[in-house]
Nanobody, 115 residues
Framework: QVQLVESGGGLVQPGGSLRLSCAAS????????AGWYRQTFGNQREWVAS???????NYANSVKGRFTISRDNANYALYLQMNSLKPEDTAVYYC?????????WGQGTQVTVSS
């Protein structure tokens, strides 16, 4: 059973920064495409960014230029650097990984952007 554990969420003022981390429990992470999603109450989960096993990245238009996704395959870790945060970025953020071995989700970490 693969486990993903997010950390780094919290309360930040508009314009501030946070760095989310996601620790994977399996070497399957190294061959997986990984990504970040977010969800607010009553809404569907929304894709934020993804990164392939080789390091190619893609971003939702709403975060492009402000967020940076990265990974450390040697340590089975995924990151999301979030800068210039806006109140509309407030959500529970989930990490995700997928490969031919399956799709896995973390439990989520709350990010709140408020003054």
């Amino acid at each position: 059973q693969v486990q993903l554990v997010e950390s780094g969420g919290g309360l930040v003022q508009p314009g501030g920064s946070l760095r989310l981390s996601c620790a994977a429990s399996s070497s399957i992470f190294s061959i997986s495409t990984a990504g970040w999603y977010r969800q607010t109450f009553g809404n569907q989960r929304e894709w934020v960014a993804s990164i392939t096993s080789g390091g190619s990245t893609n971003y939702a238009n709403s975060v492009k230029g402000r967020f940076t996704i990265s990974r450390d395959n040697a340590n089975y870790a995924l990151y999301l650097q979030m800068n210039s945060l806006k109140p509309e970025d407030t959500a529970v953020y989930y990490c995700n990984m997928g490969s031919s071995y399956g799709v896995y989700w973390g439990q989520g970490t709350q990010v709140t952007v408020s003054s």
